[in-house]
T-cell receptor, first 109, second 119 residues
Framework: QAVVTQEPSLTVSPGGTVTLTCGSSTGPVTSGHYPYWFQQKPGQAPTTLIFDTNNRHSWTPARFSGSLFGGNFALHLSGAQPEDEADYYC?????????FGGGTKLTVL | EVQLVESGGGLVEPGTSLTLSCAASGFSLKDFKAAWMAWVRQAPGKGLEWVGR??????????DYSTPVKGKFSIWRDDSKTRHYLQINNLRTDDTAIYFC?????????WGQGILVSV
């Protein structure tokens, strides 16, 4: 089974910009992996932020965006807010199998 | 609004089996029948793990499982009840987790609140 890698932790200042990345053990991440980003706050179920590389749901703040960048899948956060402090998980698809990354703990400080 | 509610969790003995249920609402029956439905688990203090999914009947109602759980987990669906199910056999302590049901349709639009299985 493929391994999906993420930074274990990142810190961003309020109002600042940060990029989270997601890599695949099988090679460059492409749109064919149908990449997703999820946000999870303590004690809550995850919510889906970004689907199919760069599509936001109606509830996803515009300050979040997804892209393919340097062979990785990226989540860009511009203008971080205190409420963005959370765990972020990417997920890639390998044929019919989905694989989550280990998650990035984002601190807004 | 899509709503998913899990049930059937709790404290169980090692070696036994357990069936979790996920009830969907906010779907039309037509939309539920078309939806691919999945299970994701999260061990205490750990990350998310996709464990498996059942496709719609029109896509053959086929199932796929992650490598670690293949042969141990079984997923099926009852479209008339807008429910899908996860059976876990031969439970072990490392199956202890919160189990979330989720729809893979419409950009993974809906997640359940999760249910704890403690082995």
């Amino acid at each position: 089974q493929a391994v999906v890698t993420q930074e274990p932790s990142l810190t961003v200042s309020p109002g600042g910009t940060v990029t989270l990345t997601c890599g695949s053990s099988t090679g460059p991440v492409t749109s064919g992996h149908y990449p997703y980003w999820f946000q999870q706050k303590p004690g809550q179920a995850p919510t889906t932020l970004i689907f199919d590389t760069n599509n936001r749901h109606s509830w996803t703040p515009a300050r979040f965006s997804g892209s393919l960048f340097g062979g990785n899948f990226a989540l860009h956060l511009s203008g971080a807010q205190p409420e963005d402090e959370a765990d972020y998980y990417c997920m890639l698809s390998y044929s019919e199998i989905r694989v989550f990354g280990g998650g990035t703990k984002l601190t807004v400080l | 609004e899509v709503q998913l509610v899990e049930s059937g969790g709790g404290l169980v003995e090692p070696g036994t089996s357990l069936t979790l249920s996920c009830a969907a609402s906010g779907f039309s029956l037509k939309d539920f029948k078309a939806a691919w439905m999945a299970w994701v688990r999260q061990a205490p203090g750990k990350g998310l793990e996709w464990v498996g999914r059942i496709k719609s009947k029109s896509d053959g109602a086929t199932t796929d499982y992650s490598t670690p759980v293949k042969g141990k987990f079984s997923i099926w669906r009852d479209d008339s009840k807008t429910r899908h199910y996860l059976q876990i056999n031969n439970l072990r302590t490392d199956d202890t987790a919160i189990y979330f049901c989720v729809t893979e349709q419409w950009g993974w639009r809906g997640w359940g609140q999760g249910i704890l299985v403690s082995v």
